[in-house]
């Protein structure tokens, strides 16, 4: 009986470590961030695909502002204010993988971005999801996707 309850306790602090971990800003380290994915980008997209084409533009044009405080990356955008903690999940000398997680009303906006940066410019990915909420519960009720390739072109430091 004691071994059980030895077992049981053992198990249910393990579940609980496990469980209520606080995640981190970071996945790896921010060390391994390449220093050239820092600064300010002119970003060029285009839609390759989509279930939605009415919510999600054929082509834009955007700036981005990547910068380090801390522990924590942030991108903004200068021109509508908006700004953003990403969540980098791999990094490596030329490459980043990063989320970025927005919500708007009842809705939530995910980007999962990749790129390649050769100096000043780069080139990659962004699939986005689109969750509509449910204003009762909190659901999601409806989910829109889209995938850009996009490119950037280093503006400043």
């Known amino acids: 009986m004691k071994k059980i309850l030895g077992l049981f306790l053992f198990l ?6 496990f469980a209520f971990a606080q995640p981190t800003i970071l996945h790896g380290s921010v ?11 002119r970003v060029v997209s285009e839609r390759v695909d989509t279930d939605s084409p009415l919510t999600f533009k054929e082509k ?6 990547l910068s380090q405080d801390a522990n924590v990356i942030k991108l903004s955008n200068p021109f509508s204010g908006a700004t953003a903690e990403i969540f980098v999940e791999k990094a490596s000398v030329n490459s980043v993988t990063f989320t970025k997680i927005g919500k ?13 940066i050769n100096g000043d410019k780069f080139v990659g990915t962004d699939e986005l999801k689109l969750d509509t909420l449910s204003d009762v519960d909190g659901t999601i009720r409806k989910t829109e996707t889209a995938t850009f390739t996009i490119k950037g072109e280093r503006i400043a430091e």
């Not at 249910?12 to 470590?17: A, H, K, M, Y």
């Not at 060390?31 to 980008?41: A, C, L, Q, Y």
């Not at 009842?106 to 999962?112: A, R, V």
């Open 12 to 17: 249910l602090l393990e579940f609980n470590s």
């Open 31 to 41: 060390e391994k961030v390449p220093e050239t994915f820092f600064g300010t980008w």
């Open 60 to 65: 834009g044009v955007d700036l981005w502002n």
């Open 104 to 116: 708007y009303d009842s809705k939530t906006l995910t980007d999962k971005v990749k790129i390649t």
